[in-house]
């Protein structure tokens, strides 16, 4: 299932933002969680992750329409896409983030 | 079991009574003593479009120009535009409210095609959200709508329910009142139970179709702590919001007057003890088609403008314009008390509304324009907007919710052509207080109107049948002709009276012949009389003279013989 979100321009960087809700173990969690996915799925160099505190910054929270916390959310590649969770199920978030054979082709 | 020392000696006064949040709705916050619990969370459920947004909506606009309490909307459904532009026509500058910070308005958009769920997670983002927008303006009042948006938008059903339960602890920590709104369920209040998380106070809106009218109605399903109304009560949504009836049918405490109010008819205030109604008092008037029951209203309505007083006449049969040309074809001038702003005409047709939103509408009007006095013209045609029962109950709490503001009702009722004449439509006649009946006469070729009055509590009335006469002055009550042939009006009445004034010329002729008999007796007894007195008279003088003379004799013969024994010597 090939999908026409395709990382093709910005040479192929994906731009995640991840909101969190405080410096606790669960917002570790997700922020641990991402950053191996990335770097198992994506490959190193072709993502950029922003860690929003919402706790620090509730106001952002508006822009992106967070109501769960954890929220990722892929901004590029478009369209945008939302993940909420600590993407402890890796599966189902490859799945979510259209991750695919793209990234699976090269490498690893 | 606590005996009844222990309950009596409890201070009712020092026990805590639960602070109320006015919701600024009128007549809601009578029904709940009060309005929403204060710091509490209230939950308002009812279908699609039965008001819910609405209600939550009125609840803090008002709070913000009315009770001084700023408040957030938090929007699952509409967006900020969207929202101001659907209550603009209610007069709620939503935009003004949030620039002058007293408002914040949140839409938060759940739409499950853009959601994908991995691993664990909280609803964390919504708390920060509503507490950012109660910090921003300081807000007191809280609305969510619609909460059940969520079970749309997420998976995992088990962290959506133990979050909302920490919403609604959390929201009672904040010290707001607040308000969810939810979709009603099948068979249930709401579609996803959330009257399990909301103990507080529960409010269902319903909006029912029936027979192509709707109505809408509220009811208070729970109210913790506190003594509410238990009815459905209608209400109204229109340009000023909403507005809910109050009224219930125990009204029973209403003071009364002794005050009595005219008819407009002199003639038909003289069957009334000779000074009309009672003020507060409700008046029917029942009769057939055209038996003049709208004439004697706008009598009472011109007769109350007149005094200076206001009235309203609720017209449900014939429009305001031709209810004014007609009245002006037999003098009354209604349309310079209305220009005058002290009539004001309610024009609508009964099918338009269902019963109970009518009923709403003239209760509304009644408690802007305060009259004094209201007209009902009919109420019976009320009952095309609703079932028998219904219509008799909504009457009789109209006539208790105007009897409470103490405003003299006049009610027009027809009776139909087989109907027995005490017979009204909507059995409301021994509610009551005065009842006219008008009916038609039908006698020689001709149909003459009859009125009397069939009951008036608390004043001596006439039982006489009155003629109701039609000029081009107004409304008349003359006297019916009752015969051997029951009652004459019209021409045979006008006949009757012909030949009794004949009758009448003829009897005083008589009357005059025999005062002149009478005269002339008296005289000739009198002479008489003096003849006799003349004889007694003369007879008496006689007689007196011949007393005197034996006297005289009596006196004469004592004296010779006391001479004539001192002559003779006599010894003692």
Redesign the interface.
């Known amino acids: 299932m090939t999908s026409d979100a395709m990382p093709s321009d910005q040479n192929g960087v994906w731009t995640l933002r991840l909101?969190v809700?405080g410096e606790n173990q669960?917002s570790r969690a997700a922020v641990a969680?991402l950053e191996r996915l990335c770097r198992t799925h994506i490959g190193e160099g072709r993502y950029e992750i922003e860690i929003i505190d919402?706790?620090k910054n509730?106001?952002l929270?508006?822009a992106d329409?967070?109501?769960?916390?954890?929220?990722l959310v892929r901004k590029i590649p478009e369209p945008?896409?939302?993940?909420?969770?600590?993407?402890?199920?890796?599966e189902?978030?490859i799945?979510?983030?259209d991750i695919q054979e793209l990234e699976r082709g090269p490498a690893l | 079991m606590q005996g009844p020392e222990q309950s009596s000696g409890v201070d009712r006064a020092a026990l805590p009574v639960l602070e109320k949040a006015p919701s600024g709705i009128p007549g809601f916050d009578e029904i709940t003593h009060g309005g929403f619990p204060f710091g509490r969370t209230s939950l308002i459920c009812g279908a699609a479009g039965a008001g819910k947004t609405l209600f939550g909506l009125q609840f803090l606009v008002r709070g913000i120009t009315d009770y001084d309490e700023p408040g957030v909307f938090i929007a699952f459904e509409e967006t900020e535009e969207d929202l101001a532009q659907n209550v603009a026509s209610l007069g709620f500058d939503l935009k003004g409210l949030v620039d002058s910070g007293k408002l914040a308005l949140?839409h938060?958009?759940?739409e499950r095609s853009?959601?994908?769920?991995?691993?664990?997670?909280?609803?964390?983002?919504?708390f920060?959200?509503i507490?950012?927008a109660i910090q921003t303006v300081g807000a007191k009042r809280v609305v969510i709508d619609t909460l059940e948006t969520?079970f749309g938008?997420?998976n995992d059903y088990g962290i959506l329910r133990s979050e909302l339960r920490r919403l609604f602890r959390w929201l009672k920590d904040q010290g707001v009142s607040a308000i969810i709104t939810a979709e009603r369920g099948e068979g249930t209040l709401t579609r996803h139970g959330l009257e399990e998380y909301v103990s507080d106070c529960v409010i269902l809106l319903d909006h029912r179709v029936s027979e192509q009218i709707s109505t809408r109605r509220l009811r208070v399903v729970k109210y913790r702590g506190s003594v509410h109304g238990t009815n459905e009560y209608p209400f109204l949504i229109d340009e000023d919001g909403i507005t809910v009836m109050p009224i219930t049918s125990a009204g029973l405490e209403h003071g009364v007057s002794a005050e009595r109010i005219s008819s407009g008819v002199p003639r038909l205030d003289a069957m009334l003890g000779g000074e009309g109604y009672y003020r507060g008092s409700t008046i029917l008037v029942s009769g057939t088609a055209g038996a003049g029951k709208s004439s004697l209203s706008a009598h009472f309505a011109d007769a109350a403008c007149a005094r200076g007083e206001r009235c309203v006449y609720f017209a449900f049969e014939e429009s305001p314009e031709q209810i004014k040309r007609n009245m002006r074809s037999i003098g009354i001038d209604l349309a310079s008390h209305e220009a005058a702003g002290r009539l004001k005409f309610m024009a609508s047709r009964p099918t338009a509304h269902g019963l109970e939103t009518h009923l709403a509408i003239m209760h509304k009007v009644i408690r802007e324009f305060q009259p004094h006095v209201v007209v009902v013209d009919p109420i019976g045609n009320l009952i095309s907007a609703g079932n028998q029962e219904e219509a008799h109950l909504m009457v009789v709490r109209l006539i208790d919710f105007l009897k409470t503001q103490g405003i003299t009702a006049m009610m027009t009722s027809l009776t139909g052509g087989g109907m027995a004449q005490e017979a009204t439509e909507i059995a409301i006649s021994s509610i009551v207080d005065t009842w006219l009946l008008v009916k038609s006469i039908e006698a020689s070729g001709e149909r003459n109107r009859g009125m009397y009055v069939l009951k008036s509590r608390g004043m001596n009335h006439s039982n006489q049948v009155r003629e109701f006469v039609i000029t081009s002055e107004g409304v008349d009550l003359v006297d019916v002709y009752i015969g051997p042939e029951g009652v004459l009006t019209g021409s045979a009445r006008a006949q009757q009276e012909h030949k009794e004034r004949a009758a009448k010329v003829q009897r005083e002729q008589e009357i005059e012949r025999k005062q002149r008999e009478l005269e002339r007796k008296r005289r000739q007894m009198e002479h008489e009389i003096e003849a006799l007195r003349a004889a007694f008279e003369a007879e008496e003088a006689e007689i007196q003279r011949v007393i005197e003379q034996e006297q005289e004799a009596e006196e004469q013969l004592l004296q010779n013989r006391g001479v004539m024994a001192r002559r003779r010597g006599v010894d003692q």
């Open positions: 909101y809700a669960k969680n919402l706790m509730p106001q929270a508006k329409q967070i109501l769960a916390i954890p929220t945008m896409k939302r993940v909420i969770g600590d993407l402890s199920d890796a189902r978030a799945l979510a983030l | 949140d938060i958009r759940v853009e959601i994908e769920e991995s691993g664990e997670y909280n609803l964390e983002g919504l920060l959200r507490g950012l969520l938008g997420l």
